[in-house]
């Protein structure tokens, strides 16, 4: 039972490439989540997902792209990053209550 | 929107003394939780207060709901080296199923 699975680890990126942060869960976990996590500004959500096919925004949609394709799978997509988007990426998931978290993803953006 | 303010951003202390953190929210809220991050890690769901009024002790950790389920607070008592970390609350968006929103976060540092 691994929980909540991120990967990559570690990511650097120029200005303008894309990447997508995969998340995935083994948990059965109807809800997912995308944050981020800036130092003094705390974790912001970035998309939801209630259930598989659905998604909603959060309070910084800006910039990234969801996808729900399946119950476990919940992938966070930067179609042309920017500096701003240097942070660390943390999926989560939960049936209910509590939230489970991943391990993270450190993105930079030179 | 709906906003979720934690105070302080720091807290320094000495191990021993007790430490207060504080979660105002700008709307009412149906449960707030409470999450700790050590350094370098995730976080890590501690409790979920529901009821008004409502106070949970963990061992030396004591957690409060407000009346008006606005406001929250965690109390360390005779704090160690291992609750170094940061603490977050966090409570549903109003409305918006099962969206939760986090406060900034007190980071706790303890001097031994």
Redesign the interface.
Same mark, same amino acid.
């Given at each position: 039972n691994a929980g909540v699975t991120q990967t990559p680890k570690f990511q650097v990126l120029k200005t303008g490439q894309s990447m997508t942060l995969q998340c995935a869960q083994d948990m059965n976990h109807n809800?997912m $989540?995308w $944050?981020r996590q800036d130092p #003094?500004? #705390?974790?912001?959500?970035i998309y939801?997902s209630?259930s598989e096919g659905t998604t909603?925004k #959060?309070?910084v949609p800006n910039g990234y792209n969801v996808s729900r394709l399946n119950k476990r799978e919940f992938s966070l997509r930067l179609e042309s990053a920017a500096p701003s988007q240097t942070s660390v990426y /943390?999926c989560?998931s939960?049936l +209910?209550?509590?939230?489970? /978290? +991943?391990? #993270?993803t450190r993105l930079t953006v030179t | 929107g709906q906003q979720v303010m934690q105070i302080p951003q720091y807290q320094h202390v000495q191990e021993g003394e007790d430490f207060t953190t504080y979660c105002n929210s700008s709307t009412t809220l149906s449960n707030i939780q409470w999450y700790k991050q050590r350094p370098g890690g995730h976080p890590v769901f501690l409790i979920q207060l529901v009821k008004s009024g409502e106070v949970k002790k963990q061992k030396r950790l004591t957690f409060q709901f407000g009346e008006a389920k606005k406001n929250s607070s965690l109390h360390i008592t005779a704090t160690q080296t291992t609750d170094v970390g940061t603490y977050f609350c966090a409570g549903p968006v109003y409305n918006q199923g099962g969206k939760l929103i986090f406060g900034q976060g007190t980071e706790l540092s303890v001097k031994p």
């Open positions: 809800s $989540y $944050y #003094g500004m #705390g974790l912001r959500l939801y209630a909603d #959060g309070e /943390f989560a939960c +209910g209550t509590p939230l489970h /978290f +991943g391990n #993270g | -």
